[in-house]
């Protein structure tokens, strides 16, 4: 017989949903390509803030820039499946990735992180 | 009795130059220019960094150089007349600006610039 106890021995967060195999696989290539897009973005954006600098304070303009970048996607990639709901409706919000990037995750969690992408842009229509 | 403390409450500085109206003139222009061209120094180092940013690492290279040089540039660029013959004499040991730029101050200021450079140097080969 398993119990719930039981289960939740063996799995601490019964609140969470459970991710497969294949649902791993899917949100880890989703995760690594969004991130490197991203990456891509604040390296393509500075390269272009560095060839206009032209007083002092674009330099510090820049320092800043990339600490902020830098703490906001440390924050963003949290590759804990505890988090990846959340993470991936940030990302989606964001338009990257696109739901596409996103198929074959089950309906739930699709439902999950559609949700957490809705209630951002609320959020920031607020 | 005059204790050391009494000394200090009536006239804190009191072993430090006295700057000449001339001689304040002189060393604005001197410190401004050496100034000017470090942070010159640093946008093209910045502009040739970035130009050759390739992976994300490079990035946060780059805003650590620029955190650090902010720092350094901070630290070193203290026009206080207390302070201007370390400045100078920090800047005569790495060459910027050279002893020709501080023609016209007196030899007893000079003295003290490139015997505090010449320590820098010291402490440098030590």
Not at 2 to 19: C, F, G, H, L, V
Not at 32 to 48: C, F, I, N, P, S
Not at 96 to 125: H, N, Y
Request: charged share 35%.
């Amino acid at each position: 017989m398993t119990s719930p106890s039981a289960t939740q021995d063996r799995y601490p967060y019964q609140n969470e949903p459970i991710w497969s195999r294949s649902e791993k696989a899917l949100a880890r290539i989703a995760f690594d390509a969004a991130l490197k897009r991203e990456l891509h973005e604040v390296m393509q954006e500075t390269k272009q803030m560095a060839n206009q600098i032209s007083e002092p304070v674009d330099l510090w303009d820049l320092e800043h820039y990339l600490t902020q970048r830098r703490k906001e996607i440390d924050r963003k990639y949290d590759y804990r499946y505890s988090q990846l709901t959340q993470v991936f409706g940030k990302l989606l919000y964001e338009s990257r990735p696109g739901e596409e990037d996103l198929r074959g995750l089950r309906e739930d969690k699709l439902k999950s992180i559609r949700s957490f992408a809705k209630f951002l842009a609320e959020m920031d229509a607020a």
